[in-house]
């Protein structure tokens, strides 16, 4: 940050942007040293400025001719990429004179200029929106130069003075002035606002918490609904005194802002400064889950998984990857709801409110619809389930099968005309009478277990096949694996209603 060679034992501040330098606002001229710049009264003796932005000597400072500059008070402007019309502040003046309101307040208005053929200023025009009875100040366009962006005191003002805007018609007449609402504007002051190319809005106050006095502050406004995250822009601009009169080029990154903090040669003094570190006005929330069946506890690969606001209108959606997770990026200063779907289940959704940003898990359990099976499917297929274990040579449900069955439970509670019967099968190792046995005997274990757990038993068959129903070639005598035989220890659901 530095502090430019056209700085002066007055005031300086108020630079804008114009052909290959500034146009700024000072008192050097009148040998006023009044103070208080940024106050809303004050019989001020200013006048704007021109310079060349590289100009390392005061003789390059240039004032602006006598259609814009009068003997009373000039300051923030504003001008178009074309250099044709200039907007700038003056103090509210009849007959070359301060004209008072009725609380003795000098009022101030924003006025309109034109270039001329000759190269000077002229076709002065006083803005539809001023007053006699408020200030109108500070005027800023947006990148289109459709809309005119300034501060005010006017009636429907939160603060001490707020953020306004106005659009320019096509005509060069103005439509009606809007608050840009209590995100921007406090009870205190908001001013000075400015606006680059990217359409982020810059602007001074001493309501958002800042380091002391005025600090500067920005929003991204592209959305038009101006509840961006407002961040202060920190240190080295801003400081325990006043700063303001911000302005920037997202090209260059390159800037200049006004402050009366003490290592200044005025009063006020306007500093140069480079952004080496972007400001992340967008508040990014990442969300992450997985999408299950309720029932089953199975990952649903392929489910699609979108993001409404709060319009209803779908903003983004993605779709659930082998592993049955997402992953969303969203605009936390937003509200969203969070939808899942999956054919053949009723979606669900939750609700996302504007949050700070931290990253958010939300895990989705999906019930299907319907059960789309019949007579004699095999439920524990349909519900993906793990094999039900038994330990050897008992019949006792074991804790990880419990998990299992507790699936088919919550099926039957969903479906209250569901019917199972429980087949309990074993592999071809032991006498086949034993295997016979233990089978029936696991496979009432686990009815019982669905039983004490709040199934009827009218609903509730069982039957052990022991190892007469094996699926693959392990029958006795043929060598097999121990995986092979496990295919055949297993239980069926079987629907039988």
């Not at 101006?226 to 302005?247: A, R």
């Not at 489910?303 to 592993?323: F, G, R, Y």
């Not at 129903?469 to 297993?490: F, I, Q």
Request: net charge negative; aromatic share 12%.
């Amino acid at each position: 940050m530095n502090s430019f060679p056209y700085n002066s034992a007055y005031s300086e501040f108020a630079p804008s942007f114009y052909e290959e330098g500034l146009i700024f606002s000072s008192d050097r001229d009148t040998g006023n040293f009044a103070r208080n710049r940024h106050t809303w009264n004050g019989q001020d003796f200013l006048d704007l400025y021109k310079v060349n932005a590289d100009s390392t000597s005061n003789s390059k400072v240039v004032k602006l001719d006598d259609y814009v500059n009068t003997r009373l008070h000039e300051s923030t402007s504003i001008t178009t990429k074309d250099g044709q019309t200039l907007y700038f502040t003056r103090n509210n003046i009849v007959e070359g004179k301060y004209k008072k309101d009725e609380e003795g307040m000098i009022r101030l208005k924003i006025f309109r200029a034109q270039m001329m053929e000759d190269g000077v200023w002229g076709e002065v025009e006083e803005l539809p929106f001023n007053s006699d009875s408020y200030s109108v100040a500070h005027p800023a366009l947006s990148p289109d130069e459709k809309t005119l962006y300034f501060a005010s005191d006017m009636p429907g003002t939160l603060g001490a003075s707020d953020i306004f805007m106005v659009e320019i018609n096509k005509d060069r007449t103005f439509g009606p002035p809007v608050n840009l609402g209590e995100n921007i504007n406090t009870e205190a002051r908001e001013t000075f606002p400015f606006v680059t190319e990217e359409e982020n809005l810059y602007f001074s106050s001493d309501g958002h918490p800042g380091l002391g006095g005025l600090d500067v502050f920005g929003t991204k406004i592209k959305r038009k609904d101006f509840n961006g995250n407002v961040m202060n822009v920190g240190e080295p601009v801003n400081s325990v005194k006043d700063d303001f009169t911000f302005i920037f080029n997202e090209e260059n990154r390159k800037g200049y802002f006004a402050s009366n903090r003490d290592s200044g040669m005025g009063y006020d003094d306007i500093y140069a400064f480079v952004e080496n570190e972007p400001l992340v006005f967008d508040c990014i929330q990442q969300v992450t889950g997985t999408v299950r069946d309720k029932i089953s506890n199975q990952v649903l690969v392929g489910a699609t998984v979108k993001v409404i606001n709060e319009d209803n209108v779908e903003i983004l959606s993605t779709i659930t990857d082998s592993k049955g997770t997402y992953s969303l990026v969203l605009d936390c200063n937003q509200g969203n709801f969070v939808r899942a779907l999956m054919e053949g289940y009723t979606p669900h959704e939750e609700y996302i409110g504007v949050s700070d940003g931290k990253p958010k898990i939300i895990d989705f359990y999906l019930e299907r619809d319907r059960i789309t099976a019949g007579y004699g499917d095999d439920l524990a297929k349909l519900l993906q389930l793990s094999t039900i274990y038994f330990d050897f040579d008992k019949y006792n449900i074991r804790k990880d099968s419990e998990v299992e069955i507790e699936k088919v439970i919550a099926a039957m509670e969903k479906y209250p005309s569901l019917k199972i019967k429980v087949n309990s099968h074993t592999d071809s190792r032991g006498p086949a009478a034993y295997n016979l046995w233990l089978s029936q005997k696991r496979a009432e274990s686990t009815v019982n277990y669905m039983v004490n757990k709040g199934i009827s038993r009218d609903r509730l068959l069982s039957e052990g096949f022991g190892e007469s129903k094996l699926l693959n070639e392990c029958a006795d005598g043929v060598p097999c694996s121990s995986a092979k035989h496990d295919v055949n220890r297993r239980s069926e659901f079987i629907i039988f209603e």
